[in-house]
């Protein structure tokens, strides 16, 4: 189904025009119809596939703008998330005179405090933040109409779902409620019925781990080659941005500082930066100042920078979805993309597990020294 088919208001459409969307992707396809009869949805489809204007369309739309409460909740696990998804749901909503509020850690509350109290109709934010709003009584979900869960299998997890069923329980039970995820366990869609009414499941490319549009390098490698491989590999790049995953707060601060000492225009994302110092870090890497991130996995969920072009695994993720999300960090919206996985001998066990889950086989050969630059 076309967006001419869906009903939605001129505003809408030309709201979409401005940002050079003409067709839905098949997500937005399936999901959009059901969300705008206020159907319950459970939505999976590879990352970069338009999960976010999935549901950003439909509640737009549903929202009223001449009512200065807040009708819609969206839920994210992290603050560069919840800002990036904030500035798409804007763009079809501020059309339409709806305001939009952030809400996430790492700041004052102040600003929001004074947000707050003009009268937003959508809220974007972080489970915590959100909650601690609620506590103060600075936040009334008592008008919630439309409440969705992004990175949904993280939101349900135990790091999140204590603050997230807090938040549930201070909603009406008419909400009507949106789940999305490009990975979905089983669990969570048994938690889900937990929240949702009779959701319709909509699947795309749900059993496809690996995104078609990502080319797979993986290589066996020794510990200590990894920073020399590292090298090499940025020395053949082009001029995309690379994104470099670690497993260590710590270690990707010192990665980066490694690279920075080579002259390689690095910038560290990590949980310890001030809210501050990671907007700089994020913004750097936008805008080309420094286009390589070396980052935790505070950079693996959601997050959508144009023109990735290489992902590169330095340490092993701790599980299949967590590879899952870093390799599609590239590879968007059917752009081909490439995620370049190091696997040192003490983590064999660790991706045979990985691979075991992927679903896909992914052909793996030693790394050769007589790649490296000379």
């Not at 939009?100 to 109709?121: D, H, I, V």
């Not at 937990?194 to 909509?202: D, E, Q, S």
Request: glycine residues 8%; contains cysteine; aromatic residues 4%.
């Amino acid at each position: 189904m076309g967006f001419a088919e869906m009903g939605l208001g001129d505003t809408t459409t030309t709201a979409l025009g401005r940002m050079n969307i003409s067709c839905p992707t098949p997500i937005q396809g399936k999901s959009i119809p059901l969300l705008m009869d206020g159907r319950d949805v459970v939505g999976q489809a590879c990352t970069g596939s338009g999960k976010t204007l999935a549901f950003a369309i439909p509640l737009a739309e549903q929202c009223d703008p001449s009512v200065k409460q807040v009708q819609a909740l969206v839920l994210v696990p992290t603050r560069e998330l919840a800002i990036q998804v904030a500035g798409v749901i804007e763009a079809v909503a501020s059309p339409r005179r709806l305001r939009c509020s952030l809400l996430y850690g790492g700041r004052s509350l102040r600003p929001e405090f004074r947000a707050l109290k003009n009268g937003p109709q959508i809220i974007i934010g972080t489970p915590g933040r959100t909650l601690d709003h609620l506590r103060q009584g600075t936040l009334d979900l008592q008008s919630l109409r439309y409440m969705v869960l992004d990175e949904a299998d993280e939101m349900l997890d135990q790091g999140f779902a204590h603050d997230v069923e807090a938040i549930l329980c201070k909603t009406p039970s008419s909400r009507q409620t949106a789940l999305f995820s490009a990975t979905m366990p089983d669990w969570v869609a048994k938690t889900s019925k937990k929240y949702l009414r009779n959701p319709a499941l909509v699947e795309v490319d749900a059993n496809v781990q690996a995104p078609p549009s990502v080319n797979h390098l993986v290589y066996t490698i020794q510990k200590e080659a990894k920073l020399g491989a590292l090298r090499t590999l940025l020395e053949q790049r082009d001029d995309a941005p690379v994104i470099v995953f670690g497993k260590t707060k710590r270690g990707v601060k010192k990665l980066a500082a490694q690279l920075e000492e080579m002259g390689y225009p690095a910038g560290a994302l990590q949980g310890n930066l001030s809210q501050k110092a990671r907007e700089k870090v994020m913004a750097d890497f936008r805008s080309g100042v420094a286009p390589v991130l070396v980052a935790t996995n505070v950079a693996a969920r959601g997050l959508d920078v144009e023109g990735v072009g290489q992902v590169i695994n330095f340490d092993l993720p701790d599980s299949d979805l967590l590879f899952t999300h870093r390799a599609g960090r590239t590879g968007r919206m059917g752009r081909a993309g490439e995620a370049v996985t190091f696997i040192t001998p003490d983590e064999e066990r660790k991706w045979r597990e990985i691979d075991r889950r992927l679903g896909v086989k992914l052909t793996r050969k030693p790394w050769k020294s007589s790649r490296k630059v000379g």
